[in-house]
């Protein structure tokens, strides 16, 4: 199916479904293990997801970057009024694009906050770069502005979907919190040599100043900048210190360390995470090597094998 949105209109479950597949393959492995009846909402929230994070690559300039958020926010304000969008057929309808359709029918079905859902869009500013009005990416200085942002994106869609699976617990979120901080950190250090090629550096200054990486080296030479590897080691280290920390929230509430069994699917995330990091590992700490790239034919042994083992 075409990534166009107008062929999308007749099928917005299935347009979401070969987003995701396209470019989210890992997503689309995970998907295997959510109920029937939450597919669609799951192809939803993660088609959503993926369009917001690519916004800033598939326009040529702010202003009309700042369009497509002004029209999301529309879309989901016309979400949310459910009872407009069933009084008048022309006020509150929900755009005419795949995602926002499938969005509305997720949240018919579930209780999506929507809150969570307009939290993802002010996570991704986009500023204006002068006279023309160039898109820049922001850089995180510290560490703590990487944690708050992943809060706002990978976090509140592991909450978006734990309300769509209909479960939840102080523990499940918490975990759920530090889980999102893992993936954002290691989808980070994963476009660290793309990010490198357009002159933008993705690791805090708060880790890089502390191993003397000069940026300006590290779009030149890569690997071979000075603390480079440093400064990656001490950036996957606290990827794996916040999924470590998710798997001890689960020994609360007489969870055992196991996620129960209907919000096993949500949690599959981190296997992904752990295997990147562990790939990471063994290519020491090299986030430039080729190989880090290319998909890993154990991922999906490791995805059901998790599920069944109820860990992650």
Excluded at 48 to 73: H, Y
Excluded at 118 to 126: K, W
Excluded at 145 to 164: D, G, I, P, R
Aim: hydrophobic fraction near 45%; charge should be positive; charged fraction near 20%.
């Amino acid at each position: 199916m075409s990534n166009d949105p107008t062929i999308g209109l007749a099928n917005p479950a299935a347009y979401c479904r070969d987003f995701v597949r396209k470019h989210d393959y890992e997503s689309f492995l995970v998907s295997h293990f959510y109920p029937k009846a939450a597919q669609d909402g799951y192809f939803a929230i993660k088609a959503f997801s993926v369009e917001l994070a690519t916004v800033q690559d598939n326009v040529s300039n702010a202003m009309i970057g700042q369009m497509r958020m002004v029209f999301w926010r529309d879309a989901l304000k016309a979400i949310a009024d459910v009872r407009i969008y069933a009084l008048n057929e022309k006020r509150g309808r929900p755009p005419k694009h795949p995602i926002v359709l499938a969005l509305y029918e997720a949240s018919q079905r579930a209780n999506l906050p929507a809150y969570h859902l307009r939290r993802m869009i002010d996570a991704r500013p986009l500023t204006f770069g002068g006279q023309d009005a160039e898109l820049h990416t922001p850089s995180h200085l510290t560490i703590d502005s990487v944690t708050s942002h992943a809060e706002s994106t990978s976090s509140t869609v592991l909450y978006l979907l734990l309300s769509l699976l209909s479960v939840g617990s102080s523990a499940l979120s918490h975990a759920a919190s530090h889980l999102g901080a893992a993936q954002t950190i290691s989808t980070l250090l994963r476009a660290l040599p793309y990010h490198a090629k357009k002159g933008e550096m993705i690791i805090p200054a708060e880790i890089t100043a502390k191993h003397g990486v000069k940026q300006e080296e590290v779009f030149r030479r890569g690997p071979e900048a000075h603390g480079i590897e440093e400064a990656v080691f001490e950036f996957a280290t606290l990827a794996n210190d916040h999924l470590i920390t998710a798997r001890d929230m689960l020994k609360e509430e007489g969870m055992g360390g196991s996620v129960p069994a209907r919000a096993m699917p949500v949690f599959l995330s981190g296997v992904t995470v752990a295997n990147y990091l562990g790939r990471l590992e063994k290519a020491n700490f090299n986030a430039f090597q080729s190989r880090l790239v290319v998909r890993d034919w154990k991922l999906a042994w490791q995805i059901w094998r998790s599920y069944y083992i109820r860990r992650f």
